[in-house]
């Protein structure tokens, strides 16, 4: 534990003080002998000295949990203040009963960097992202992009990511529902959402590996956070289907209001009872309950057919588009991992599920992917990164690896022309 403490030193006389606690609580847990003693004062029979002991647990229990939430604040205070990854700013991210989580409607803020500058977000009371005053003609066509982070254009202003470049190439109206970590699951709960709602003309939907893989688990990554979300499980009858998040998120705590200026011992004491503490009073109550529930079989588990899930997930999307008079376009985003000696490890998985995909009777199939390649002498990741991800700084520095205004207008391209077809 002390180890451990050296290498997170924003904060050591807490530390120190929280060592020294669970040290003395430590000798005294094992000496119940000695507590017995000094209990003797006490009538036999008193509730006092049958309730000591228990409290006495209670509190060396108490005790350490505040240790670990000292430890576990410092680590999530570090990472906000050191980290090079974008934290939006508190208001942006809230929980959702069906999606788990998801922008909040109607709101603004900032996708906020160490390095400057930092991107502004704005939602509309849809969850869309929108670029503010941009409009199209009423009677213009309309489309809906569904997809990630990619989709939704992380790190880069809206006005650059490549779904407000297609829509103004193409003269039209645009709903971009792609949101950070989203998987297959909440695509298809969005398609469900907006689709018979809106009737758009075109509905846009990425194909990535990883979007498949959010689906075959309870809980979206993150840092210090796993976010529940809807994911896709087996009935009993064998159906395929969508279990909904195993518990409710919390993304109330201001932690985005902790960046962009030094630390401190009491802006760290700020920082521990205002965002950490309430988080991770939330998380930890909320997890006990979902791995007790889980340990009685309470919890669906994920079903990991992957060809499966992508032929029920844009199989369903492409129902929704016929029924609903709306031409469905898949695009293929990606990044190179692996190398030709030795493929990444989706790469069997690639093969199988774009080849389904290319298969979909009426869906237009555009490899975009590769478009973003052809601009490149290797094809290797770090020749990929260093043309397409965020730099900052001098030196440059590597910021964020998601598509940089570069790969959107080039993955916009590919987009335009299939449309145009």
């Known amino acids: 534990m002390r180890r ?27 000496n119940r002998q000695a507590l017995s ?10 509730i006092l000295k049958k309730l000591a002991y228990p409290l006495y647990l209670f509190f060396l229990i108490v005790l350490g949990y505040a240790a670990t939430i000292t430890y576990r604040s410092n680590e999530l205070y570090t990472y906000v203040k050191s980290s090079s990854n974008e934290l939006l700013t508190s208001g942006v991210l809230e929980y959702h009963s069906v999606l788990g989580y ?7 803020g900032e996708m906020q960097f160490l390095l400057p500058p930092n991107i502004p977000v704005n939602y509309d009371h849809q969850m869309f992202r929108v670029v503010p005053g941009y409009t199209a003609a009423a009677d213009s066509p309309l489309l809906l992009f569904l997809g990630c982070s990619w989709t939704h254009g992380d790190a880069t202003r809206a006005e650059d ?21 989203y998987g297959l699951s909440q695509m298809l709960l969005r398609a469900r959402e907006v689709i018979p709602r809106d009737k758009p003309d075109y509905v846009l939907v990425q194909y990535s590996p990883w979007l498949v893989s ?17 994911y896709f499980v087996r009935d009993q009858d064998g159906h395929l289907g969508l279990a909904s998040p195993a518990f409710n998120g919390d993304h109330g705590q201001p932690i985005g209001d902790y960046r962009g200026y030094g630390p401190s011992f009491t802006d760290f004491t700020s920082f521990t009872l205002k965002a950490a503490l309430p988080f991770y009073l939330h ?5 006990l309950g979902y791995q007790i529930r889980s340990a009685f079989g309470r919890i669906p588990e994920a079903h990991d057919g992957r060809l499966d899930i992508v032929s029920y997930a844009y199989g369903e999307i492409e129902s929704l588009c016929r029924i609903n008079g709306c031409r469905m376009l898949i695009y293929r985003l990606e990044r ?10 989706n790469h069997r998985f690639v093969k199988e599920e774009t080849r389904y995909l290319k ?6 199939y555009v490899d975009s992917y590769s478009a973003v390649l052809e601009a490149l002498k290797t094809s290797d990741e770090s020749t990929y990164l260093k043309e397409y991800a965020h730099y900052r700084g001098n030196p440059p520095k590597l910021v964020d690896r998601h598509p940089n205004p570069r790969a959107h207008a080039i993955i916009a391209r590919s987009i335009i022309e299939a449309l145009k077809e």
């Open 4 to 30: 451990l403490c050296n290498l997170y030193p924003t904060c050591p006389r807490v530390y120190h003080a929280a060592l020294k606690v669970l040290s003395a609580a430590a000798r005294g847990v094992l």
């Open 37 to 46: 003693q000094k209990m003797t004062k006490f009538p036999k029979n008193s």
């Open 102 to 108: 998801s922008p909040r409607p109607g709101s603004s």
């Open 161 to 181: 990511t490549f779904a407000h470049l297609v829509g103004t190439g193409m003269n039209a109206r645009y709903r971009n529902a792609g949101y950070h970590a």
């Open 214 to 230: 959010r689906s075959m688990r309870h809980f979206a990554g993150g840092h210090f956070l796993q976010r529940p979300v809807p």
């Open 283 to 287: 998380q930890d109550l909320n997890g």
């Open 336 to 345: 190179p991992s692996g190398t030709p000696e030795k493929p990444s490890w």
């Open 359 to 364: 298969g979909l009777a009426g869906v237009t």
